[in-house]
């Protein structure tokens, strides 16, 4: 979900060719929903191995990690930690959502609504402590580091982006241009044809790239004025104010200064505004001072994908052996290698 200041970003298209030789922080939980919302049979039920225990996680982050390492970007994931306790709100509106989701779920599987049910159940999604330490087990089977964030996933790549650590950070959500990312690369890991939910039609969503300086320059603000504009429109942590959204946002932090005064002039207040600006501005993170990305462990995986999960032993052999033909793995690499 996040913040929605699309309307005032200027965008560009990119590919995962143009970022070959990068390093990139990877919002896990965000990447993670995507591919067991969109990784799905033709029933619309997640994939599932012999034991009916769910692998689009395991799919998603095996093909798309794979994919990025074909072509030499090499990415750290970020797992969230405890989450920022103005958040709750939002989780709480999350929960009631996917009970309605489910309610309809059930009527429309009474009714046998084939459609319905497709679309119902790729919104009903959970990323359970298994999903999670069974990813961190294929990355770590892969050679790709990972990170568990004290807090907020998002807040952690961001930060590794804001210091340089990695050139850009993949994720769908724009809080992360308000926690300071460099770049934000959206729409690179799910890409290509794809479904409207509810409806027959297809999209084409293509890899686009939001550089955080050069919007701050278009729009004539700083950062501080970004995190201000953010908090107005809404994030995680407040509803923000109603009727505005990130254009009317804009303007009034243009013409008020801050936050402050644009709250004072229009007669609105934010609870706990402090701590939300506080939170974006500096929130809880691990520090980072080397990336070691090891050796592909083959057996480790084959073992892990095929013997346990039941995946295609032959095709994940194919995709191994292009990820050694074409990336060279660093071992216990230093961060001046890549810079």
Not at 62 to 78: G, Q
Not at 103 to 119: G, V
Not at 138 to 156: C, F, N, R
Not at 174 to 191: E, I, K, Q, S, W
């Amino acid at each position: 979900m996040g913040v929605d200041i699309s309307g005032i970003l200027l965008k560009h298209k990119t590919s995962i060719k143009e970022n070959s030789g990068t390093v990139v922080s990877v919002d896990a939980y965000n990447i993670i929903y995507q591919f067991l919302s969109s990784i799905r049979g033709e029933n619309g039920e997640p994939l599932k191995d012999a034991s009916g225990n769910i692998t689009s996680h395991l799919s998603g982050i095996f093909y798309r990690t794979a994919t990025l390492l074909e072509n030499n970007i090499k990415p750290v994931y970020s797992f969230d930690g405890k989450p920022f306790y103005l958040k709750f709100e939002t989780l709480k509106e999350r929960r009631v959502i996917r009970e309605k989701n489910i309610d309809e779920l059930n009527i429309a599987i009474k009714n046998n609504d084939t459609e319905k049910i497709k679309s119902l159940s790729s919104r009903i999604n959970y990323i359970t402590d298994d999903v999670v330490n069974e990813s961190k087990k294929l990355l770590d089977y892969m050679g790709i580091p990972w990170v568990q964030a004290p807090s907020e996933g998002e807040a952690q790549a961001s930060y590794m982006s804001k210091v340089g650590i990695v050139d850009s950070t993949i994720s769908q959500d724009y809080d992360c241009l308000l926690f300071g990312a460099r770049r934000v690369l959206r729409n690179f890991t799910m890409y290509g044809r794809r479904r409207i939910s509810g409806t027959g039609k297809f999209i084409n969503i293509v890899p686009e790239i939001i550089e955080l300086n050069e919007n701050l320059n278009y729009n004539g603000i700083t950062q501080d004025q970004l995190i201000d504009i953010g908090i107005l429109v809404g994030t995680d942590f407040n509803p923000g104010i109603r009727g505005i959204g990130a254009k009317t946002a804009l303007s009034l932090i243009k013409k008020y200064n801050n936050i402050n005064d644009v709250l004072k002039a229009k007669n609105k207040s934010i609870e706990n505004l402090d701590e939300i600006e506080n939170f974006f501005k500096n929130p809880p993170v691990e520090n980072i001072d080397k990336l070691e990305f090891r050796p592909v462990n083959r057996e480790g995986i084959i073992g892990y994908l095929c013997n346990e999960r039941g995946f295609s032993e032959n095709r994940i052999n194919s995709i191994m052996d292009s990820i050694e033909k074409n990336y060279s793995n660093a071992n216990q690499s230093n961060l001046d290698k890549f810079f």
